[in-house]
């Protein structure tokens, strides 16, 4: 948010909560929730302002409540305050002197209340019917009248309806409404500017081109940081019972800059909002219907975009109010005895929503943020019709919309097309009769009734406990909330990672691809409070190992393996090493084997890989000749350095065997039974058994030479 947000509304009273609830810490460390009816004797109404209930800056963090009290009697109507604490707890209620200036035969008396950064507030009422007139009081905060004064309308308008107030820049008030020639006929819009003690700077009335007609109704002003202010209005062509809704800009002395008239959504616009240098927002409401849209504009007043949020049991949108993140809270009318709250992101994608219920039949008109981050919403109960005796119904939910009596309820959002058009505005200046008023405020019963507990929750103290503090690169890891006091939601934070967020209690499966030091972020919440708490793991590097190399070798021989990558090294098997954890050991198998070298860097990342070292025993040989009478070769042998076990035969020509031997170092000599066998060719067969389990069987010829 930028300076400009600061400025614009520095003293208007809902944008005090909103910006102390933007740049102030939450105080303590419960939420409190509750439903509660506030009745007094003969009320009539509560109030038809978008822009009541007041939150004051004091140590119990409680509320101003403010309505048109009294009943269906000309003469017995009265302003009423009613001062709550944060627990929703009547501290006192007052009305204002019975007086006859404060009524408007049926359109609701109060038109606003606004707040200044002493607490201090003035209450904007009216008087259609017997007064043609408008006023404002500014009262302390403890309900004592410091001033009242009362404007008379010039013949022949009458019945004014002012609904929006506002404090200008220079401490000065803005008064914004329409009022008609006669009852209930050819409206014009009316923006009255005084001083910080009512005196009447300027007053001005406008007629929108020719097609506006008999009816509208001026719903906002809003000042904006160049002086100037933004004004909502409905447009009511009589004729051809066409709506729209309007926003106009004007100078800091109420002259139009430009109009922009728009259709797609009928019939209004209520409460136009600078969420910052580039955008306005306008809330529409729709009543007798179940739809609402929410409109976003450029500062040239053109729609950005609109979303229409529809529930088969919605009956129009009242109020709202824009975050500092883009999102917004709406409240809107239901059928019957219920209302509801719905929560919508930047772009209009709906958060949450939730419904109430009502003592009688409520229509939850106004809403506000708290200190403590939760949202207030305020309305009128009536039991069978406007006539009927009203009560005051006051909702506080935490920044979920929930109190503990809350049902979800279900809109469906469609994006809606927005056409406009620029229009003129006619502009004409009013002078108005200013009269001092004296009020007085009087103490008065009040019963109050509970609707839904008021709970006290603990805010969460939010921990972290994850699976391991290092993890290996291209590993997954899990997270474990271990978060005090009982939290009921959860937002994780793991940016570097996969998934890179979560709502779970304990997500799991969280993968980092690349090695670093990564933050990881728990947010954990209940009806309380919230809590966020920090923590990080160190994503290691996974050793990449080379080993060298696969080879041959023959019996007796051995061979150096080596490793290479990690700092700790373990072999397997440990059969014909030298070593088991060092990097090169040295091999000496006698039969052919696969080692497997576990690496690892210390962190607990490990990789493996496998070398092949074969022991070759060459091919079983059994020569053809031998000479018993030599020096050399005079011993007839199997050659072989491999066999476990053997059977060797030797055989003459008729085949009787002349020679057999188990022994691969026992060979034949060339006799038989001790006497020396004759130069001639012999037969032999050998069945043998490798030491890697082979079998091998041959037969043969050889020669013995004399």
């Known amino acids: ?42 009320v009539y109404n509560s109030t038809t302002t978008t822009q009541t209930p007041a939150i004051l ?53 109060l038109g606003g209340a606004v707040q200044y950064p002493d607490s201090s507030f003035v209450m904007l009422w009216n008087n259609s019917y017997s007064y043609k007139s408008t006023g404002f009081v500014h009262i302390n905060k403890n309900s004592n009248a410091l001033w009242a004064k009362r404007y008379v309308y010039p013949f022949p308008w009458v019945d004014p309806y002012m609904n929006s107030v506002a404090a200008t820049l220079d401490k000065g008030l803005m008064g914004w409404g329409w009022v008609s020639n006669y009852y209930n006929a050819y409206n014009c819009l009316v923006l009255m500017k005084t001083d910080s003690a009512g005196n009447i700077q300027w007053c001005k009335r406008y007629l929108p081109d020719s097609s506006y007609e008999g009816g509208g109704e001026g719903s906002w002003v809003t000042p904006t940081a160049d002086s100037g202010f933004l004004i909502a209005f409905e447009k009511d062509d009589s004729n051809t019972f066409a709506y729209g809704g309007c926003l106009m800009k004007t100078d800091a002395n109420g002259n139009p800059l430009w109009v922009k008239e728009y259709y797609g959504a009928i019939p209004g616009s209520n409460g136009p909002q600078v969420i910052n240098s580039n955008i306005y927002l306008s809330w529409w409401g729709i009543n007798g219907t179940n739809y609402a849209v929410i409109m976003k504009t450029d ?36 059928k019957g005895s219920t209302s509801s709250v719905l929560k919508v992101d930047s772009v209009g994608n709906i958060l949450w929503a939730n419904n109430y219920d009502a003592k009688d039949s409520l229509w939850l008109t106004n809403l506000d943020l708290t200190f403590d981050g939760g949202i207030l919403c305020y309305g009128g109960n009536t039991k069978d019709s406007f006539d009927t005796p009203l009560s005051w119904q006051l909702i506080k939910t935490d920044d979920m919309g929930r109190d503990g009596c809350e049902r979800p309820a279900t809109f469906t959002k469609t994006p809606t097309p927005i056409t406009w058009k620029s229009t003129s505005c006619y502009v004409q200046n009013m002078v108005l009769t200013v009269e001092d008023t004296i009020l007085n405020f009087h103490s008065a019963p009040m019963d109050t009734s509970t609707l839904c507990e008021v709970k006290l929750v603990t805010k969460p103290v939010a921990k972290i406990t994850e699976q391991r503090d290092t993890l290996c690169n291209g590993h997954c890891i899990c997270f474990t909330d271990n978060s005090l006091n009982n939290p009921t939601s959860w937002k994780w934070s793991f ?21 670093g030091k990564y933050s990881v972020r728990l947010i954990a919440s209940n009806i309380g409070g919230m809590d966020t708490t920090y923590d990080s793991v160190m994503v290691v590097p996974t050793p990449t190992v080379s080993i060298c190399c696969d080879t041959i070798i023959y019996p007796g021989e051995q061979i150096q393996l080596a490793a290479r990558g990690g700092s700790i090294y373990q072999w397997a098997p440990l059969y014909g090493l030298s070593c088991y954890g060092c990097s090169s050991p040295v091999a000496s198998p006698t039969q052919s084997t696969v080692y497997t070298v576990t690496v690892s860097n210390g962190g607990g990342c490990i990789t493996t890989d496998m070398v092949s070292i074969e022991v070759s025993c060459g091919e079983v040989f059994v020569p053809n000749a031998f000479s018993p009478d030599l020096a050399i070769n005079n011993v007839l042998y199997v050659r072989c350095d491999c066999i476990t076990s053997m059977d060797f035969s030797v055989f003459d020509r008729w085949g009787n065997k002349v020679f057999e031997s188990q022994n691969i170092n026992k ?40």
Not at 77 to 102: A, F, P, Q, T, V
Not at 300 to 325: C, E, R
Request: net charge negative; aromatic share 14%.
């Open 57 to 109: 800056n004091e140590s119990d963090s409680g509320y101003y409540l403010f309505a048109w009290n009294g009943n269906n009697t000309i003469n017995s109507h009265w302003l009423s305050i009613s001062r709550i604490n944060k627990n929703g707890e009547l501290l006192w209620n007052k009305n204002s002197d019975n007086y006859l200036g404060i009524y408007n035969f049926g359109f609701g008396g």
């Open 299 to 334: 500062m040239q007043g053109i729609p950005i975009l609109a979303n229409t949020y529809t529930n088969s049991n919605a009956d129009g949108l009242y109020d709202g109010v824009t975050l500092k993140d883009g999102s917004t809270v709406l409240s809107i009318v239901n």
């Open 495 to 515: 940016p570097g990672a996969s998934p890179d967020s979560s709502t779970l209690q304990n997500p799991c499966n969280v993968c980092y691809a690349s090695p």
């Open 667 to 706: 060979g034949w000599d060339g006799t038989y039974k001790g006497q020396q066998m004759n130069t001639d060719t012999y037969i032999w067969e050998l069945k043998a058994t490798l030491q890697d389990g082979t079998s091998v069987k041959k037969k043969g010829n050889v020669t013995l030479v004399r």
């Open 1 to 42: 948010m930028n300076g400009e947000m600061i400025i614009v509304y520095f003293y208007d009273m809902k944008s005090i909560a909103l910006l102390f609830f933007i740049f102030s810490p939450v105080l303590g460390t419960s939420q409190v929730t509750f439903q509660k009816n506030y009745l007094t004797q003969g």
